[in-house]
Structures are given as structure tokens and as C-alpha cells.
């Protein structure tokens, strides 16, 4: 009689482990990540009252079964649905990362490892990303300095904000390209003045220049000198020591079409020894307007941007620039404002050698200045000698062209297409050669110009400049950049954190590395969402798993739900609701039986 009621107070007891399992699942409805639980039961023993027996050939008799009675019920395991994959909560929260798939992320609290699926994560006050709830950081890879990618090694703390990734560095431009159309009809590339291309670039500092090409057409519509006018710093400064950093490897003429210049004997007059060095005006006393041979160091003119003392006797000093005083020589002969055009024009001489203006006034000057025959230059002002016949007060002089210090581009009179620099057909690109101009943070730069082309564009010429590579396997490379301030992290679906910066670039700050088990049932569940390993899971390497490695992946802006399925749990709870009555039935009438039996006495 004892017996059922021991059966039913183990079946009580079971039940109500089952309901406790139940509550918990239900309790935990809404947790983020949790993983539901399940209990077995087993039968708990059974007491034997007689063996089994075996056949008797002898006197015919068949065996016989054992007799056994069960003694109740016992819990036999508690399952956690440990693999079963919660369904997805968009949050919005960049920070906020979901495992697809069974493994786990990593986290510690600075001694120990732990392994959690809830991927609710913040950056903490350090730059850390760490668990919300917590506090724990998340641990991962870190990038290897050297090459700038993962290095798989122990997981460590991912700090993501830290002061080196708040900010990308400069870096100087090194490469550009060219592109679009020239028509050689357009009346910008016909004119004097050209068709200005800009070109934005960095130095190394991130301080951004423009640099201003210009594309001039010869007296051959399919030939163009390409020039470097000027370079310019973010406030519109120009910038110095620009002399000679960009053409050809020699002089060459561009334009075939004579051209009158004259020198105006009522404004100006050159004095001062048989070069006439002095140039003056012709005020009474006449004023020392430009001297030459200050302007002129080692044969050649001084730096345009070099201050030089052109009145020591006044208080204070007058001084102007090399630039200035050129100037003013330009203007006397017709070119106010672009000394570049006055110095670029080419006389033929009487034996048919080529001199520029440049050249002539140099050897003016006093500078000693001959031609690859040994030749010596004539002085500007000997070839001004006869009287303009239209203009009695202007000596007039026969250009016959006009040199320049820049790239001759050609294209294909046939088809328009892009033919070569300085009469190469393979050389497709020229340079700017800024290395080492000021203080030395600019890069030489290459320019690719294969991709222009002179076509019918209804007189409007198209061409610009970009920086960076224009091929397809680099594009973009060279193209430098400024100081950037990160905008953004993202987090990819292997893991990979991205910052993003407002200079256009991207840095790998780490990946987040997770765990996988052998047994992930196995693990032991603690507190705040965490597991631990355990002997019948697998213990945890220390470095962990790339989670694309056995084909899961981490989605941002989600995290798990949890997978407790609220009808299978009610369900559970009337099935469990029926047994423990029907084990409190057991017991009822288990007493009532010995009642019976104790009333036997009266």
C-alpha cells in the first residue's frame, strides 16, 4: 500500500520540476536570446517480487516473466533547446548584432571568458564595445599594423573609438587623369588665353591646390600645347616656386602665324650702356621703371615670388617682385597682365634661328645666352629698331611664333583620337613635379591623358581633370585626400568592423570573433544571458572561429528573440496541469485504502 503512495509523491515532485521548467520558458518570453528548456522523465525504479524463469523441457513447463513493480517517476534530463534560432527584432541600433546560425560571441570581464548569444552591444567610455547590460567587452581580432589585416591570434577587447581611429590620415596626391572632349572649333582653346582645366590635389598634410592647365591650339588644329599656368592654395594664393615644375624636355613652337609686337616710344625707353638695360618712362626727369640685371641670377631670371630692393636710397626701401618688375616690361610691349605670353613669343632672326623673348631679354639683360651652335642671342631692343609704318611712336617687330614650356598633345587628325605626347605615340602621360617645391609636402603627380579626344562638340570643349588612377583594376588609387573624421562603424556579416570617414575612406578596426561547440548543449547557463564552457561541451581555444567558417553570418541592426514557442508551452503546461492531478488522485485514494484498513479493528 506504501508503494503508490510514494509512486504519486515522485510523480507530484516530477511534475512540479516540469511546471517549474515551464514557468521559466514563459518567464522569459521576451529575453533576448534565451533558449528554451524541456524536461524528460524516466521511471525511477521497479522492485522485483519474482524472476523470470526459463523453459523446463524436461517437464514441459513454458518460463515465466519476471514480476516487477515501479516504485514512481524521476526527471531524467532537462534539455536546452540551445540550436533552435530565435526569431529577429529590428532595433536600428548599428551596435545591435544577431547570429545567424550556432555559434556564440566572446565576451569577458577582463579574467574570464564567457559566451553569450544576446548581441546587444554599446561603445563604452573607453571606445570598447561591450555588452549593454553588462558591461563585459566583446572580444575579437585585432588588425595587424603591418599588413592591415586580421590577425586571428588570442581574442582581446575590441576598442573601436579609440583616438588613432577617430581620425584617417592625409596623403598626397600622386596620380590624376584627364578626360573628355576638345573641339577645335571651341573659342576658348583658339583664344590667347587657352582652356583652363583645374585640377584639385593634397599634399601630405591634407591641405588641399588647384592647379590651372591650359590647353592652347597651334596653327595644326590637331596639336595643343598643354601648360601649367599657376597653382593656387585653398584660399586663392598662389602658390611659389612653381617655375619649371611642369613641361616638355625642350621649347617648341606652337603657333606659326606671324604676329606684329610693338614697343611704345611715348609711354617707355631703354637706357643705360649698349644693352639698354634700364627700362624707363618718358617723364622728365624720366623714372628707372624695371633694371634687368637685378632681375637676373646665373643666366637666368630669378624666381618670380623673390623680393628684390629696386630703390635702396628711398626710407623705407622699395622693393617689389621678380613677377612685378616683369610686369612692367610686358605692358611696354603690349602683354599688361600676362608676362608668360610676352616671353613665350619667338623672333626668327636673319640666319633663321628661333630666340624668345625670354631668351633676348636675358641676353639684355647681360646674362650670357647662346643656342646649341654656340650663337649668341640678339638683345630685345636691337630688334626693335624701325618705326611701326601706321604708328610713328611704336617700334614694331615681327614674332613669328609662340614657344612655351609646357607638353605638346596630339591627336589623330583622322579619327580624333588621343595620338601621343611630345610626338610619342606610346608616352600617355606627363608630370607635375612638385616633390620638393616649398616644404616638401607635395608628391610628383601623373596625369594620364589617354582618355581625351578632339571631336565635334558643337564648339564646347568638355574637357577636365579628376584625381586618382583612371584604370579599372586601380581606380581611384593616387588620389590623396584630406584629414578625415570618422562619420560611422558598421559591422559586416563576417564580423569585420568598418569605420567610415567624411574624406571618402574606410578603416578595418577589428572583427568580432565568436565560439562553436561540439556539444553547445552542454554548456552551463549562468546569469544575465551567459554560458560557460563545460567538459561535456568543448572548452573554448582562446581564439575562436571566424563565424563565415561554417557558414553562419552576424546581421546588424537585429538581435535574437527568444525561441520559447508560447503554444507549445501552454500545451506542455495542461498535459503537466493533468498529471500532477492525477498523481495528487494516486495519493487520495491511497489514503482512503488505509483508512479501510485501519477500520478494520472496530
Known amino acids: 500500500m506504501m508503494r503508490s503512495l510514494f509512486s504519486g509523491v515522485s510523480g507530484l515532485r516530477t511534475h512540479q520540476t516540469k511546471m517549474d521548467v515551464i514557468g521559466n520558458n514563459i518567464a522569459n518570453v521576451n529575453t533576448t536570446a534565451y533558449k528554451s528548456s524541456s524536461i524528460t522523465f524516466t521511471a525511477l525504479m521497479s522492485q522485483t517480487t519474482q524472476r523470470a524463469s526459463g523453459a523446463n523441457a524436461a517437464t514441459g513447463t513454458g518460463g515465466v516473466n519476471a514480476r516487477q513493480i515501479g516504485l514512481g517517476v524521476r526527471a531524467g534530463a532537462i534539455n536546452l533547446n540551445i540550436t533552435g534560432q530565435g ?36 561603445v563604452d567610455g573607453a571606445g570598447n ?39 584617417y590620415p592625409p596623403e598626397a596626391t600622386s596620380e590624376g587623369y584627364m578626360s573628355g572632349i576638345i573641339d577645335r572649333h571651341d573659342t576658348e582653346v583658339t583664344s590667347a588665353n587657352g582652356r583652363v582645366v583645374n585640377f584639385e590635389f593634397y599634399d601630405s598634410l591634407g591641405y588641399s591646390y588647384t592647379a590651372k592647365f591650359v590647353f592652347r591650339q597651334s596653327s595644326d588644329d590637331h596639336i595643343y600645347s598643354l601648360e601649367l599656368d599657376k597653382v593656387i592654395d585653398s584660399e586663392g594664393v598662389e602658390v611659389p616656386g612653381m617655375e619649371g615644375v611642369f613641361g616638355g624636355t625642350n ?24 644693352n639698354g638695360s634700364i627700362l624707363q618712362d618718358t617723364q622728365t626727369p624720366p623714372n628707372n621703371l624695371v633694371d634687368l640685371t637685378q632681375l637676373i641670377d646665373n643666366n637666368v631670371f630669378r624666381a618670380r615670388d623673390e623680393v628684390i630692393t629696386i630703390d635702396a636710397t628711398a626710407t623705407p626701401p622699395v622693393t617689389a617682385t621678380v ?3 616683369l610686369e612692367k616690361v610686358a605692358a611696354a610691349y603690349g602683354y599688361p597682365g600676362d608676362v608668360d605670353g610676352f616671353l613665350n613669343q619667338v623672333y626668327t632672326d636673319g640666319n633663321g634661328v628661333e630666340w624668345t623673348v625670354e631668351q633676348m631679354l636675358l641676353r639684355q639683360g647681360g646674362a650670357t645666352v647662346n643656342n646649341a651652335a654656340g650663337a649668341a642671342a640678339p638683345n630685345l631692343n636691337s630688334i626693335f629698331a624701325a618705326p611701326d609704318p601706321t604708328e610713328p611712336n611704336v617700334l614694331a617687330a615681327t614674332m613669328t611664333g609662340r614657344s612655351f614650356q609646357g607638353y605638346e598633345v596630339r591627336f589623330d587628325a583622322k579619327n580624333g ?19 620638393g617645391v616649398g616644404d616638401g609636402n607635395f608628391n610628383n603627380i601623373t596625369l594620364d591623358l589617354s582618355e581625351t579626344g578632339m571631336w565635334d562638340n558643337k564648339g564646347t570643349s568638355t574637357i577636365g581633370a579628376n584625381k586618382g588612377s583612371n584604370e579599372d583594376d586601380r581606380l581611384g588609387q593616387g588620389s590623396g585626400r584630406r584629414l578625415g573624421e570618422m562619420t560611422g562603424v558598421s559591422i559586416q556579416q563576417n564580423g569585420m568592423i568598418y569605420a567610415s570617414y567624411d574624406n571618402g575612406m574606410t578603416k578595418l578596426l577589428g572583427q568580432i570573433a565568436t565560439a562553436r561547440f561540439a556539444n553547445a548543449s552542454g554548456l552551463e547557463k549562468l546569469a544575465d544571458n551567459l554560458y560557460t564552457s563545460t567538459l561535456n561541451s568543448g572548452e573554448f581555444d582562446g581564439i575562436g572561429v571566424d ?3 561554417s557558414g553562419d553570418s552576424m546581421s546588424t541592426g537585429q538581435l535574437e528573440m527568444s525561441n520559447v514557442d508560447l503554444s507549445s508551452e501552454f500545451t506542455e503546461m495542461i498535459t503537466t496541469q493533468r498529471g500532477f492531478q492525477a498523481n495528487s488522485r494516486i495519493i487520495t485514494v491511497s489514503d482512503t485504502l488505509l483508512e479501510e484498513l485501519t477500520n478494520l479493528k472496530r
Open 417 to 435: 583620337n588621343f595620338a601621343g605626347i611630345d610626338g610619342l605615340a606610346t608616352q600617355t602621360t606627363v608630370t607635375l613635379n612638385l616633390a
Open 129 to 167: 564595445l561591450a555588452m549593454t547590460s553588462l558591461g563585459y567587452n566583446v572580444m575579437g581580432w585585432q588588425v595587424d599594423p603591418e599588413t592591415g589585416s586580421i590577425k586571428k591570434d588570442t581574442v582581446s577587447a575590441l576598442r573601436i573609438m579609440s583616438a588613432a581611429n577617430m581620425t
Open 87 to 122: 526569431s529577429s527584432q529590428s532595433t536600428g541600433n548599428p551596435f545591435d548584432v544577431m547570429i545567424n546560425g550556432e555559434n556564440f560571441f566572446v565576451v569577458s570581464d577582463g579574467s574570464s571568458n564567457y559566451f553569450t548569444r544576446d548581441g546587444s552591444f554599446y
Open 547 to 549: 563565424i563565415t567558417a
Open 251 to 274: 621649347k617648341k613652337i606652337v603657333d606659326q602665324e606671324p604676329k606684329s609686337m610693338g614697343f611704345n616710344l611715348g609711354n617707355y625707353g631703354w637706357n643705360n650702356g649698349g
Open 323 to 325: 613677377e612685378e618688375q
